[in-house]
């Protein structure tokens, strides 16, 4: 999706450009996790704007708002595209948009497990 274009299609939904950043990762198939590490935000904080956008756009889901944030971005895409037609001769202008380039996620330690014993058993 491009950025410009998505914003603009997710601000006639009501929601801030903050919130709009946040659907657009979404949209994207993000984790929070991965959202707040390409936002510079914590991942409470994306929960908590992604609690805003279910109430703005009246979902109850990730996947509901990922698939109404891509309908109003192809509503908007379809209209933006409808460009008057070219000039005699001229050939018309095609726009591809690219995929964004994924940002790689913040590798965590994992956490040991106790699974029991002292550890000072004999093998």
């Excluded at 935000?41 to 708002?65: D, Q």
């Excluded at 964004?100 to 497990?113: C, I, M, S, V, Y």
Aim: one cysteine or more; a positive charge; proline letters at 10%.
């Amino acid at each position: 999706m491009n950025k410009a274009v998505a914003i603009s299609a997710f601000k006639r939904l009501g929601l801030t450009p903050r919130e709009a950043d946040v659907l657009l990762w979404i949209a994207r198939g993000q984790s929070n996790v991965e959202i707040g590490f390409s936002l510079h935000i914590s991942p409470r904080t994306v929960k908590k704007h992604l609690e805003h956008i279910y109430r703005k756009m009246r979902v109850k889901s990730r996947l509901a708002a990922s698939v109404c944030a891509t309908a109003a971005w192809e509503a908007r895409t379809a209209s933006a595209l409808k460009s008057p037609p070219p000039e005699p001769g001229g050939r018309p202008v095609v726009r591809r948009l690219a995929p964004h380039p994924a940002k790689a996620p913040p590798q965590f330690p994992r956490k040991q497990r106790f699974h029991g014993g002292t550890g000072l058993e004999e093998s």
